[in-house]
């Protein structure tokens, strides 16, 4: 909490500005951190739908399951093989 007044207070530096300023460690609050993860995982899943067709529910409900990481290895073994053909 006293972080994020803190960024807010010093909006014209960047958060690394603001580290360096103060001798913080300023990492991104979780809840962004989480925001963004399902960020890149909506859009991994929206690109291997679009190229590999209507995904049935069973396997879309494993694939939200895998980490960020391995969705996007997973994604990319899709589109290589498309590459192939």
Do not use: H, W
Request: hydrophobic content about 50%; some cysteine.
């Amino acid at each position: 909490m006293v972080t994020t007044i803190i960024v807010y207070k010093f909006s014209t530096l960047s958060r690394d500005e603001i580290a360096t300023m103060l001798g913080l460690n300023l990492e991104e609050p979780r809840a962004i951190r989480e925001a963004k993860e399902e960020g890149e995982r909506t859009i991994v899943l929206r690109l291997l739908n679009r190229r590999v067709g209507n995904i049935s529910d069973a396997l879309l409900s494993q694939m939200q399951g895998l980490s960020v990481e391995q969705l996007e290895a997973l994604a990319l073994v899709f589109f290589i093989e498309l590459c192939a053909l």
